[in-house]
């Protein structure tokens, strides 16, 4: 399965789509990891909290940039089918939250990784899950 994803990265018929939404994915982690560390090291919330608030304003974010770049020839137009495609990215991302969390708290509670690395290999392992989901559901 990962192999077969590598692979699509450069050939295939989804290959550029496919591109796209790993830079937008890359863009957004960033964004996620910088608002988690304001979150817990300036406002002092727990990682788990602060995760959680960072994880959903990355949601809005990443449906935007993928609404407009990625997925732009299937790209959701109209006021209410913006808006249905802003609920399906909040379900099939809110989905992903338990797993992106657990795995954060697995890697920071048992394996004493730091909450940051932890938080990106949640984000990096989550990745799949959620690219098959939104091009199939929200976009599809």
Known sequence: MIRSFLRNLYSGPIAPQLRRFVVVGIVTAGVQM??????????KLHYLLGALIAIEITIILSYVLNNAWTFRKSQNTGRVEYFIGLLKTNVVRGTAIPIQLGILFLFVEWLWTPYLLA??????????????????WTWG
């Open 119 to 136: 938080n990106a290999i949640a984000i990096g392992l989550s990745g799949l899950y959620r690219y098959v989901l939104e091009a199939r």
């Open 34 to 43: 910088v608002l988690l560390w304001a979150f817990v090291d300036r406002a």
